[in-house]
């Protein structure tokens, strides 16, 4: 759970309904839509559980030669269209420059466009979030290390008044990147330790989580709930070309000396066109 979300409220109350952050700035480019062969277009099929019925939600996701995203449009279980995503990337050095999204709700139709730039080293140095008449909403700074990884970022409405701002250590034994929040004002909003990369997660394991020979996580442990800790499992089916098509996520409930009984939550179904 990404406990920069403090920041990410400081953004709302400007007035934009998304931000940049260091833990997006790390998984822009990173190649984590599938895992194995390349393919040209994806149609996943989304349905969540509750105790009382169930929702589906559909998506369409587009790729370019280079394996990267060019569109992505949702749709909900009525078959409505309720977003598009419409990426601009740099194919040659693997970079987004641009993306749009559209959503469609029932305060009716949205659009803003996010600017990405780079310096020489095609580091991340900038982001720009812009509305759908093209004024400016909010501007991140970014600044790097040696790796191109973000070790602090500024982050500015379209006037220029400052929001807040983050920090990142990295502890690249433990794939981990320890991430601090502040506002405008310098107050610590809150810390918290993620993943550099979430592809090589299985090569620096962590106690709890248990992983398959694809590198998906099968068995893990959620944040304590009533003093407790949540243990979760996943089912996989993978196509020839060792991309998974169907995901199954439970949530094991365990009550007293019975036996523990595998309660389902989320459905992921897949299907691949290479």
Known sequence: MNKTIPLFLLVCAAGAAHGQNIYSALQLNEETGYHAKRPKKIVETKT????????????????????????????DENGNRTARLTHKNDTVHRRCL???????????????????????????????DMDANGATMLISKITNNEKGHPVALSLTDGQKNVIGKETA?????????????????????STDTMKISLKNARSYPEEGVVYNDHGDVVK???????????????????DAAGNCTDEVIYKVETKGAAKPRKKRERRFERQYTY
């Open 220 to 238: 893990w442990t959620g944040k304590p709930s009533n003093g407790a800790r949540d243990v979760y499992e996943t089912e996989y089916v993978y």
């Open 169 to 189: 250590t990295y502890l690249y034994d433990r794939n981990s990147v320890v991430i601090a929040a502040f506002d405008n004002d310098g107050n610590r909003l």
């Open 48 to 75: 969540f559980y509750s105790a009382t019925d169930q929702r589906t939600e559909k998506s369409i996701r587009i790729f370019d030669d280079a394996g990267m995203l060019l569109t992505e449009e949702r749709f």
């Open 98 to 128: 641009e993306r749009t999204f559209e959503r469609w709700g029932k305060t009716g139709y949205g659009r803003e466009t996010t600017i990405y730039s780079y310096d020489a080293s095609h580091f991340l140095t900038g982001v720009t």
